[in-house]
T-cell receptor, first 116, second 112 residues
Framework: GAGVSQSPRYKVAKRGQDVALRCDPI?????LFWYQQALGQGPEFLTY????????KSGLPSDRFFAERPEGSVSTLKIQRTQQEDSAVYLC??????????????FGPGTRLLVL | SQELEQSPQSLIVQEGKNLTINCTSS?????LYWYKQKYGEGLIFLMM?????EEKSHEKITAKLDEKKQQSSLHITASQPSHAGIYLC????????????FGTGTRLQVTL
């Protein structure tokens, strides 16, 4: 079946520009996660949705970062007034949800953002 | 993240050799996930461990979680060029499966 898809795959933005990154999770997956991966580092958690509810946004680095999942399926990560330090790969993951159980997160290919 | 340390940071092995990658957490591991990543691509799920002493195998890759649930190892037997990539361990330290904390990864090269 189809995996997690993300678009665009690559994005070049001028400093100060707003960007929007899209994630299409695996059909039927309740949970959706966004991670930021800097060059040579492991992914770092940004935010987590269960259906349309954003349950944890503790990893968002500043109020310039905003994520939404209005219908509990597709999610958008928006970065306002981009800065050079925002350059990274943004990874989206989705999983089923069973209360109290571990569920594997399946990752998309990522969006590579370069801010000039 | 300093909460989760991987070693070694990089590894070069000759084809056919065995190797082990370690992942150590400063907190209890409620779930430990192993992923593989190739440059420019997303993470490919390998295995998930959650019970102390648990061991899982898939093809030539074996992962173990220690009894205290604070350390995991990934062992590759008879390495092949297709095993090359970055291996990442991800930990659920909260027990809620709401987010993973990742190590910095181990870069594996397999020479002919």
């Amino acid at each position: 079946g189809a995996g997690v898809s993300q678009s665009p795959r690559y994005k070049v933005a001028k400093r100060g520009q707003d960007v929007a990154l899209r994630c299409d999770p695996i059909s039927g997956h309740v949970s959706l996660f966004w991670y930021q991966q800097a060059l040579g580092q492991g992914p770092e958690f940004l935010t987590y949705f269960q259906n349309e509810a954003q349950l944890d946004k503790s990893g968002l680095p500043s109020d310039r970062f905003f994520a939404e999942r209005p219908e509990g399926s597709v999610s958008t990560l928006k970065i306002q007034r981009t800065q050079q330090e925002d350059s990274a790969v943004y990874l989206c993951a989705s999983s089923f949800f069973l209360r109290g159980e571990q569920e594997t997160q399946y990752f998309g290919p990522g969006t590579r953002l370069l801010v000039l | 993240s300093q909460e989760l340390e991987q070693s070694p940071q990089s590894l070069i092995v000759q084809e056919g050799k065995n190797l082990t990658i370690n992942c150590t957490s400063s907190k209890t591991l409620y779930g430990l996930y192993w992923y593989k990543q190739k440059y420019g691509e997303g993470l490919i799920f390998l295995m998930m461990l959650q019970k102390g002493g648990e061991e899982k195998s898939h093809e030539k890759i074996t992962a173990k979680l220690d009894e205290k649930k604070q350390q995991s190892s990934l062992h590759i037997t008879a390495s092949q060029p297709s095993h090359a990539g970055i291996y990442l361990c991800g930990a659920d330290n909260t027990g809620t499966a709401s987010k993973l904390t990742f190590g910095t990864g181990t870069r594996l090269q397999v020479t002919l």
